[in-house]
Nanobody, 122 residues
């Protein structure tokens, strides 16, 4: 079982920035993709960004140009730099691991961390 711990959320005004962090522990292979997801109240969880083991990044259209994903394999960590935040970015943010970016985008995950709450005020 993989344990996921997210941190870095908070309350920011529109246009502000936040950096989220996630550390994974437990049984993890040597090759994996890491990604960030979010779930707004009353909405389904959606993938926000992902990065493959080779460093290829994927972003959902709504965050392109504003969010940047990065990873530190030595620490089994993934970060999400979020700039120019908008009220519609308000959500609980989660991270997860997959085999590939495609896997992160399409697999239904059962194991999640507690997430970290991002609230953007208008």
């Amino acid at each position: 079982q993989v344990q996921l711990v997210e941190s870095g959320g908070g309350l920011v005004p529109a246009g502000g920035s936040l950096t989220l962090s996630c550390v994974a522990s437990g049984t993890i292979g040597s090759i994996y993709a890491m990604g960030w997801f979010r779930q707004a109240p009353g909405q389904q969880r959606e993938i926000v960004a992902a990065m493959s083991s080779g460093g290829a990044a994927y972003y959902v259209d709504s965050v392109k140009g504003r969010f940047t994903i990065s990873r530190d394999d030595a620490k089994r960590a993934v970060s999400l730099q979020m700039n120019n935040l908008k009220p519609e970015d308000t959500a609980q943010y989660y991270c997860n691991l997959g085999t590939t970016n495609w896997d992160l985008r399409h697999r239904r995950f059962d194991n999640w961390g507690k997430g970290t709450l991002v609230t953007v005020s208008s």
